[in-house]
Structures are given as structure tokens and as C-alpha cells.
């Protein structure tokens, strides 16, 4: 049995903002960053971790921070989380300078070395 609820458009458009509040970006501030996984991609090596401060030279601090040396399919990396070859750092910084792209890590972060 299929069921409806109705409501106003005010409530649905704060349902949708909650919704997807993940996928908004503050681009005037990088403080929105903190707290969150990302997997960072630069043109020499990939990295994931949680970013624990933003410094005011465009560096952040990442903490249970991971060098990953073989994504594997990226597709499913990104998607379950599925990880070939991983080298575990712990505190790490990363310059935004020397990113190509980044997203979210939308899995544990890696705790074990593979």
C-alpha cells in the first residue's frame, strides 16, 4: 500500500536543505572541512583522512590520515570503500595547493595497513 503525507513548501525545502547538507560547500570557508573524511587526489599520490584544522597558509591537519599506494577500481573505492594497497600515517598535513581534486570518504578510515 503506497501512502502520501502533504506538506507545505517551506517544510519541504527544509527537508531537502537538511537532506543535503552534505553536499553543500561554504566555499568562503575552508572551517567547513573540519570534522569531515575526504580522499584527496594530487598528481603524485592519494590521501584520506579527517580534517582536524585548517591552517592559514591553505594546509590542513588531517589525523588518522592514510597514503593510499593502490586505490584499485576507483569506482569502487570511492563507492564501498574498497581499498587494494593502504599505508597507515596517523597526524598528516596536506597543502590544497597540490590537489588535483578531493571528495568526500563516505567509509571507516582505514586502521589497519594493507
Keep these: 500500500m503506497k501512502r502520501q503525507i502533504e506538506v507545505s513548501e517551506e517544510t519541504y525545502e527544509k527537508i531537502k536543505e537538511q537532506l543535503l547538507e552534505e553536499e553543500?560547500?561554504?566555499?568562503?570557508?575552508?572551517?567547513?572541512?573540519?570534522?569531515?573524511n575526504f580522499f584527496f587526489r594530487t598528481v603524485t599520490y592519494h590521501l584520506i583522512g579527517k580534517v582536524k584544522k585548517v591552517l592559514p597558509i591553505g594546509v590542513l591537519e588531517l589525523y588518522d590520515a592514510s597514503w593510499v599506494a593502490?586505490?584499485?577500481?576507483?569506482?569502487?573505492?570511492?563507492?564501498?570503500?574498497?581499498?587494494?594497497?593502504v599505508e597507515i600515517l596517523g597526524q598528516w598535513f596536506i597543502n590544497l595547493n597540490s590537489c588535483t581534486d578531493f571528495g568526500y570518504w563516505r567509509h571507516e578510515l582505514p586502521k589497519i595497513q594493507k
Design 70 to 85: 593502490d586505490s584499485g577500481r576507483f569506482t569502487q573505492a570511492i563507492k564501498d570503500g574498497d581499498l587494494e594497497e
Design 24 to 36: 553543500r560547500v561554504d566555499i568562503n570557508s575552508l572551517d567547513y572541512f573540519i570534522g569531515k
